[in-house]
């Protein structure tokens, strides 16, 4: 939850995870990617009964030999589930890790088949694509497409760039909307 979309979902941390708590239904199964939520989802979670899978709570990963930023292997545990030795998510970023594990958490919590099979959970980490978020477009000059339109992307795409080996020069060409912050994105 970050500071985007202000005309809709209000000025605050608080009134947005409100608008965006508005998703949940009574009883039903969420992930969160991150323990660093509003207290108004908190409260909507508690109000509506969900059962709750939080990130480094009922799931957790760990990056083998490393911080992500190169494409280690990784491991994701519930207390259901144990993968190993798995590759990294093909979407570049360390952030990447993070998604994947919330990804296979949700998977886990929807009891869909395969998933906590390495064999069938290798390939398609191998096989992400998410045209716009850190799209490397290769040639005689290496351009990076990203849509970071509120501080925390534009955070991690900043960590991400940070992370990569680079020769020679760097150029950034943004746009930013009217209704965005484009100063924190540009601090980012």
């Known amino acids: 939850v970050g500071m985007d979309h202000r005309d809709w979902l209000g000025d605050t941390l608080e009134q947005i995870g409100a608008e965006k708590a508005g998703i949940f239904r009574p009883a039903q199964r ?39 930023y190169r494409g280690e292997p990784w491991g994701f545990r519930t207390a259901q589930c144990v993968l190993a030795d798995l ?26 088949p395969g998933a906590c099979e390495r064999e069938r959970v290798a390939p398609a980490l191998r096989s992400l694509a998410l045209p716009g978020r850190l799209q490397v477009v290769p040639g005689p000059i290496e351009w990076i497409l990203d849509v970071a339109h509120n501080e925390p992307a534009a955070q991690v795409l900043a960590a991400a760039l940070a992370g990569r080996r680079v020769r020679g020069r ?6 930013v909307l009217a209704d965005k912050d484009a100063a924190a994105v540009v601090r980012a």
Do not use: H, K
């Open 87 to 112: 590759p990294a998510p093909a979407l570049p970023g360390a952030i990447q890790y993070r998604n994947a594990a919330s990804a296979l958490a949700a998977l886990q919590l929807l009891g869909a």
């Open 170 to 175: 760097t150029v950034a060409v943004a746009s």
């Open 30 to 68: 969420v992930v969160l990617g991150s323990a660093e939520m509003p207290a108004s989802v908190w409260r909507r979670l508690e109000e509506l009964q969900c059962q709750v899978w939080t990130a480094r709570r009922e799931f957790d990963w760990r990056i083998d030999g490393g911080e992500g």
